[in-house]
């Protein structure tokens, strides 16, 4: 099994996560989103990010503003709306609540019960 295809996954299914919290500290344009990203090493790419602020400003959790630029086109920096800080804080109910199940699976200590093995007399150690 490919673990580094797993850590990608598990990063795509926490993108739209990390996204509204970095939107949720102020306005932010995308390639400044994108460099954030990128430096907490959640491996995305314009592709990924920008039909993501799509479907987040389709879905009225963020919007955004244009403003002009010295060197350039406009910018567009996205804000996050009050249905998205309320989507935002659900998420991180849900988070809270994961990981505390992920660490308790993955911390919890084994205690073993004595139990007869059928095969015959000898005692089987098994979890609880």
Not at 40 to 65: C, D, I, S
Request: charged share 25%.
């Amino acid at each position: 099994m490919n673990t580094d295809n797993i850590g990608v996954q598990m990063r795509k299914g926490i993108l739209e996560f990390c996204v509204l919290h970095i939107i949720n500290r102020g306005e932010v344009y995308a390639s400044d989103l994108l460099e954030e990203l990128t430096t907490a090493q959640m491996v995305v790419v314009e592709g990924t990010l920008y039909p993501l602020l799509t479907r987040l400003k389709n879905t009225e959790l963020v919007t955004y503003r244009w403003e002009e630029s010295n060197s350039g086109p406009p910018r567009k920096y996205f804000v996050i709306t009050e249905k998205g800080k309320a989507f935002l804080a659900s998420l991180d109910t849900a988070w809270e609540e994961m990981v505390s199940s992920v660490e308790a699976i993955r911390k919890k200590q084994q205690v073993f019960l004595m139990q007869p093995s059928p095969e015959n007399s000898n005692p089987k150690l098994l979890p609880e």
